[in-house]
């Protein structure tokens, strides 16, 4: 039993861990906090249910979720951000809450407000390890996760482009006298955010094999807990807290009852926040954050 | 007056309230995404204390202020030491173990709410409203407020000049805990029904979109701001399910146009001139 509920735990940090990692990519790079994530998580997963549905294969799915949230992810850079970039940091952040609005209400209107189940015949066999038993799909949302983390570290440690994107990081106005474009890395950001973001979205549609438009508010919010929890200076704190929350919560539901469970989320991530603000993995001096 | 229209104006007074909250911390360089967590505090105390001590309500209501403030100044003494985005997301941690901590709470209903509260009159509300902005006001030119806005633009630069940052920045958590409290005292006794749903992380942000739509450099700014998130979803009914889509494409806009908000100490100069000169 407890294993079992491990293994759930696991696949559902799976996500966690997709999510934090998008919202860590904006927060690391830029500082601001792109409330409109949960959003692209939600449209993201609509996006690769309707592909699902339609017969197509789950990598068309996912290909699917990624590109459309990484468009709209593309607008919301565009209109935005970047006209706002030398405002205070809360004014980008509430327009991209105004960008979440539209969103939500996008979805809502298209789909409507009930959720929409994944028919049975979509839902795969399960495997039975022992006194275990992962769902094929459970399988899968593991599966993608780790190699979309993969490409990730990829691009970010390997390529030119990630090369530019950790120096625009470590100071914009170098990077930019050192000739990186810095909106052009912004706009790459926000789009390898929102391609994470949709990810995520269709791993969850996978996952509860059922979707509705309050996902985004439900899940991204813990998400950002996540990114703290791993610490937000290190992109890579959030394949440890990913699973470590999904656990804590499948386990907290499971033998706690399902009330305390934000509770819980919620108030490791104050400790982690007074106690070890650099996260879990962070390193000694972190970034205390600026004024807003 | 019709009972819609004074619901909208007790709305107003509410938010308006709230919004004041968040723009005393904003004050001085802070952004709290959490204050529906001291509203819930305020709404629960006060009700429970009318509702089951039989106190009256103004006495709950400033029961409830002062509980909060403590709380706020109690929570500010470890939370102070984070800044900008990471407070707020502190905050907003705070804001969410609120909520679950009531939705457990079974002396106060737990998931299925909390009633029995006597209902008050929008007049009593702007009563309030009308109190905590002149206090506001009153603030405003004061010396502390200097200090205020002191650790706003340079924290360093504040302590080296001698001033106690830290009793600054913990002063305006506790004040922003006790605004907030009343705003949810009296939104539990004109709403007489109240549950943890109420003050989520969608109210915490109403009260900032209120600030920075309606102007954070000034009070009277969060009463406009609160009158725009109030009215404006009302006038625009004829877009039916599309409101809130006009809604989040309008703040955009005003971001973009206008990012101190609508009013600014400009703006209230140039209105009282025109009405002096007539």
């Known amino acids: ?292 | 007056m019709s009972t819609y229209t004074a619901s909208l104006l007790a709305d107003v007074g509410i938010l308006t309230l709230g919004a004041l909250s968040v723009y005393v911390i904003l004050a001085t360089g802070q952004l709290s995404l959490g204050n529906a967590g001291f509203m819930a505090i305020g709404a629960y105390l006060a009700s429970y204390l009318t509702v089951v001590a039989g106190v009256p309500l103004t006495s709950a209501l400033v029961i409830a202020a002062l509980c909060s403030g403590i709380i706020g100044v109690m929570i500010g003494f470890p939370a102070l030491r984070l800044k900008g985005i990471f407070l707020a997301m502190a905050t907003l941690g705070f804001g969410e173990m609120i909520r679950s901590l009531f939705l457990n709470l079974e002396i106060t209903g737990g998931a299925g709410g909390f009633h029995g509260m006597a209902h008050v009159s929008v007049t009593y509300v702007w009563i309030w409203v009308g109190l905590i902005l002149v206090l506001v006001w009153l603030m405003e030119s004061s010396r502390a407020w200097l200090e205020m806005r002191a650790v706003a633009d340079d924290e360093t630069a504040a302590n080296l000049i001698g001033l106690n940052t830290t009793m600054t920045k913990i002063g305006a958590f506790g004040m922003s805990a006790a605004v907030a409290a009343v705003s949810g005292g009296l939104f539990a006794h004109h709403h007489v029904y109240i549950e943890p749903g109420n003050f989520g992380f969608e109210r915490s942000i109403d009260f900032v979109l209120a600030v920075i739509l309606g102007g954070s450099t000034i009070g009277a700014g969060s009463l406009v701001g609160a009158a725009l998130l109030v009215l404006l979803p009302e006038q625009l009914r004829a877009l039916d399910d599309w409101r809130p889509a006009a809604f989040g494409a309008l703040l955009i806009i005003v971001l973009l146009i206008r990012r101190q908000g609508i009013l600014d100490r400009s703006l209230l100069r140039r209105f009282t001139f025109r009405k002096q000169a007539a």
């Open chain 1, 1 to 292: 039993m407890l294993l079992q509920q491990l293994v759930n735990g696991v696949t559902l940090g799976a996500v966690y861990t997709l999510l934090a990692l998008s919202f860590s990519i904006v927060m690391g790079i830029l500082g601001i906090l792109n409330l409109a994530i949960a959003e692209l998580f939600m449209i993201g997963g609509y996006l690769g249910f309707a592909v699902i549905t339609a017969h197509l294969s789950l990598p068309v799915a996912v290909a699917a979720g990624m590109a459309g949230a990484a468009a709209i992810s593309a607008v919301i850079e565009k209109i935005g951000y970047e006209p706002l970039r030398d405002a205070p940091l809360v004014t980008p952040m509430l327009s991209t809450l105004g960008f979440s609005i539209i969103l939500q209400n996008i979805a809502t209107n298209m789909w409507g407000s009930d959720p929409l189940q994944l028919p049975d015949e979509f839902l795969g066999g399960r495997i039975a390890l022992g006194p275990v038993s992962i769902g094929e799909l459970q399988l899968i949302v593991i599966g993608v996760t780790i190699v979309l983390v993969a490409v990730m570290a990829y691009i970010v440690q390997r390529t030119s482009m990630g090369r530019a994107l950790r120096a625009v990081a470590e100071n914009r106005d170098v990077a930019r006298l050192l000739g990186v474009s810095g909106s052009r890395i912004t706009l790459t950001a926000f789009m390898m955010s929102g391609a994470l973001a949709g990810a995520a979205g269709v791993l969850i549609a996978i996952h509860y094999a059922a979707i509705t438009p309050y996902v985004g508010v439900e899940i991204g919010l813990k998400a950002i807990a996540v990114m703290v929890i791993g610490g937000t200076s290190r992109i890579w704190g959030a394949l440890l807290a990913g699973p470590l929350i999904g656990i804590a919560e499948v386990l907290t539901v499971a033998y706690g009852g399902s009330q305390i469970r934000d509770f819980v989320v919620y108030g490791f991530m104050i400790a982690i926040l007074l106690f070890r603000p650099q996260g879990l993995l962070g390193g000694s001096g972190a970034d205390q954050g600026q004024r807003v």
